[in-house]
């Protein structure tokens, strides 16, 4: 029984990362964040090593990072410009752990590989991105061989 709700749930959240990515208001694509947010971290109160969940949970808050970063115009007013850095900085940090554990899990995971690459460049920190995106390149080799 727990395994086909993970697996309803896991497709279910696959919906909402579709109404995510494809709206244009952002009440409505909060309210389906945080409808996914919940979905997955009900999958991962029942198996904490479900690299799916893990790896969703990691991308809702780099989108959310990245998204913040993306809406905001060049000549924005430095004191909210330092708001939105505090809040991606927050997001990215949020994720980190997820896509950690998601790498950790199944650490020939592309899509985590790149996540882990571009929080790690959110939060400044251009070494550490660096190793993960050779890694990615690594993997992305030996796969062509």
């Keep these: 029984y727990q395994a086909r709700e993970i697996e309803f749930a896991l497709a279910l959240g696959s ?3 579709t109404i995510i990515e494809s709206s244009k ?9 945080n409808l ?8 991962l109160s029942l198996d904490p090593n479900n690299v799916s969940a893990n790896y969703s949970m ?3 808050y780099y989108n ?20 939105v850095q505090d809040q991606s900085v927050k997001l990215f940090k949020a994720s980190l752990p997820f896509m950690e554990k ?3 899990l199944d650490p020939k995971r592309e899509d985590a590989l790149e ?7 959110g939060l400044n920190e251009p070494e550490k991105s660096n190793i993960y995106r050779q ?7 030996s796969n062509k061989k």
């Design 15 to 17: 919906v909402y990362n």
């Design 25 to 33: 208001d952002s009440v409505r694509s909060a309210k389906y964040v």
């Design 36 to 43: 996914a947010k919940s979905l997955y971290l009900k999958i």
């Design 58 to 60: 990691g991308i809702l």
């Design 64 to 83: 959310q990072a990245v998204n913040l970063i993306k809406t905001k115009d060049y000549d924005i007013d430095l004191a909210l410009l330092e708001i």
């Design 102 to 104: 998601a790498y950790s």
């Design 115 to 121: 996540g882990l690459s571009g929080i790690y460049f």
């Design 135 to 141: 890694r990615l390149q690594d993997i992305k080799k």
